[in-house]
């Protein structure tokens, strides 16, 4: 699958979201032909076609993109990439950041790779935990490195503005591989983010 972004909107999907937010409109009480919302279902269409435009881009395409052979065996380590995700069982929004090393085997990925692999793994359905390993899972496959590490925090709506409520909580998923399965590694990645995970008093 090639890397593509989307810089237009699908016509027919538009069309077809318009309707059912509408729909959805009228379903809660509200005008759809009030002059505040007459254009928000094109508005909605655009925006979740947006939020949900990964499922049309492939990780690993984007890092193979600008891949280096580099014979470097220091920890590389991006961290505080802010990431936008909405929770498939909601579809509420959940936001944070995501800090991701890996120890090269010969090859390096353009920096910013990395933080994109993150908005295309985040810019679908999700569940935190699944979008901590396909993030690992994609560098993994795309530079053969010999470990990965993934840390994500994120602060979820759907535990905010309804349901249990909880302003202050914040969910912290990791998943590692190689290297990154020894303490002394997994130590050093850990100490290298901990002054930028997220505090609460
Ligand atoms: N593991 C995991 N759970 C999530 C994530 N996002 C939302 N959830 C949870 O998904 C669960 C869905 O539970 P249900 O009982 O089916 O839904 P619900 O009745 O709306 O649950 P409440 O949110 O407790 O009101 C909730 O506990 C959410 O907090 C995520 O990224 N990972
Ligand atoms: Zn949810």
Redesign the pocket.
Known sequence: MAYKRIEHYDEDVTNDLIKNYRETIRLIGEDPDREGLIKTPKRIAKAMQYCTQGYGQDAGAVLNSAKFHEDISEMIVVKNIELYSM?E??MLP?FGKAHIAYIPNGWITGLSKIARVVDIFSKRL????RLTTQILDAIKDALNPLGVGVVIEAE?L??MM???QKQNSV?TTSAFFGEFEKQTTRHEFISLISADLIKRK
């Open positions: 929770c069982h909601h959940f999700q569940v935190q935990e979820h759907c535990m309804r349901g249990v969910t």
